[in-house]
């Protein structure tokens, strides 16, 4: 099983139309979780960071799950400039390491 | 507001060639890595420093070198450039252990391609 994954896609989904994703995580010991949006060819930006109790950023709301261990991004009133791949990626404690696994992202393809 | 800076953006070598990548960030940061990146995969954490001086192993750490002299500066190396390691490299500073909860900050990237 992979350290973290996440369904590829793509989500092909209307302008205005509310999409999820979800990312889960092989380890328990993991601390931290963010999700990343990247587009073509360019770097990964921080969308938001994933907090225990969930966290909201204007149209985008993140959530953990523990006890299932995964992650979910929940994007409402979707923008064609939403178009991009999100990356999950999780930081695993270890003993002296400090090891951020990214998924292999899921593509979302907003359409007009 | 630089951030992470990469240099250079795009470089072509040929089998053998060395060459460095560098990374500069202007946040203070104590971490920074370098990974790359190539189609249908994940990034893939090369090397990693914790701070100044101090550089060590990721996943995937063959055929690269580091070296953190100074503190906003992180230099990844290849000694012998292989057709293999024709990627998008990424560096980022930022993050630190999983309880601090503080994410990384990536440059924009250089395209490497090795003939």
């Known amino acids: 099983r992979k350290e973290v994954e996440q369904d590829p896609g793509p989500f092909n989904v209307p302008e205005g139309a509310t999409v999820a994703f979800n990312c889960t995580y092989s380890n328990s010991a993991s601390q931290s979780f963010f999700w990343y949006r990247q587009d073509c060819r360019k770097e990964p930006k921080l969308l938001m960071s994933?907090?225990?109790s969930g966290n909201e950023d204007g149209r985008f709301t993140a959530q953990l799950n523990r006890a299932s261990q995964y992650i979910s991004l929940l994007i409402r009133d979707s923008k064609l400039s939403d178009s991009a791949t999100y990356l999950c990626?999780?930081?695993?404690?270890?003993?002296?390491?400090?090891?951020?696994?990214f998924g292999t992202g899921t593509r979302l393809k907003v359409l007009a | 507001n630089a951030g992470v800076t990469q240099t250079p953006k795009f470089r072509v070598l040929k089998t053998g060639q060395s060459m460095t990548l560098l990374c500069a960030q202007d946040?203070?940061?104590?971490?920074m890595y370098w990974y790359r990146q190539d189609p249908g995969m994940g990034l893939r954490l090369i090397h990693y420093s914790v701070g100044e001086g101090t550089t060590a192993k990721g996943e995937v750490p063959d055929g690269y070198n580091v070296s953190r002299l100074k503190k906003q500066n992180f230099l990844l190396g290849l000694e012998s450039a292989a057709p293999s390691q024709t990627s998008v490299y990424f560096c980022?500073?930022?993050?630190?252990?999983?309880?601090?909860?503080?994410?990384?900050?990536f440059g924009d990237g250089t395209r490497l391609s090795i003939l």
């Open positions: 946040m203070n940061h104590e971490y």
């Open positions: 990626v999780v930081n695993m404690v270890g003993s002296g390491t400090y090891k951020y696994i």
């Open positions: 994933v907090y225990s």
């Open positions: 980022a500073s930022g993050g630190g252990t999983g309880f601090s909860n503080q994410p990384q900050h």
